[in-house]
């Protein structure tokens, strides 16, 4: 009878095992495997570029930032430099004619050779200016001086301007301005008064 018993005990502790093991079992065939992780798209990242990639795009901006800050700056002083030659030139060929006409006893020999024409003020701004017209008609390369009085009603010379031609080829022709610095009003009457050739 007690021998019965223990058969009976023990078939039940075996039959629970057995279940509890099927039990464990059923688990784990119903868990699944972790998944393989796999690499981020890069489509999917925001924000700066990395720190060193970004300075060298600055530094290749200011380089060029500076390369054109220094174009600018060399070509404004090479048109500065331009201009002051011009100037330079123009004011020593003013300082020659004006010397040679200061040589010369009445009107010069070239009076036949110069004529002048007005331009309209409406053309020039409100500004007096003048072309005046030399001819070389000799057969000769020679230089022109040319004095322009500009004078009121009455006669009065109030502005003298000296233009000229500077080697000048035989049969050329050359239209130097002569430009007062007086108001449009009143009027004033512009006469070329010398012209010497040289």
């Not at 058969?7 to 095992?17: H, S």
């Not at 100037?87 to 050779?113: C, I, P, S, W, Y």
């Amino acid at each position: 009878m007690r021998a019965a018993s223990l058969l009976a005990a023990c078939a039940v502790t075996g039959a629970l095992a057995l279940t509890a093991c099927s039990s464990d079992s059923g688990n784990d065939s119903g868990a699944s495997a972790s998944p393989r992780p796999t690499a981020p798209k890069s489509s999917n990242f925001s924000g700066e570029p990395p720190s060193s990639m970004a300075s060298d795009a600055a530094s290749k901006k200011a380089e060029a930032k500076r390369s054109a800050s220094a174009a600018a700056e060399s070509a404004s002083e090479r048109a500065h430099d331009f201009e002051a030659s011009v100037a330079a030139d123009v004011e020593r060929n003013r300082q020659e004619f004006t010397k040679q006409l200061a040589a010369v006893d009445g009107q010069g020999n070239a009076m036949k050779d110069v004529s002048m024409t007005g331009k309209p003020l409406s053309e020039t701004n409100n500004v007096r200016a003048l072309v005046v017209t030399i001819t070389n008609k000799t057969d000769k390369t020679a230089s022109f001086a040319v004095q322009v009085d500009f004078s009121t009603s009455e006669g009065k010379v109030v502005e003298t301007k000296v233009v000229g031609a500077k080697d000048l080829k035989a049969g050329d022709r050359a239209q130097p301005l002569a430009i007062s610095s007086k108001p449009p009003q009143p009027h004033l009457t512009a006469k070329i008064v010398k012209a010497q050739r040289y």
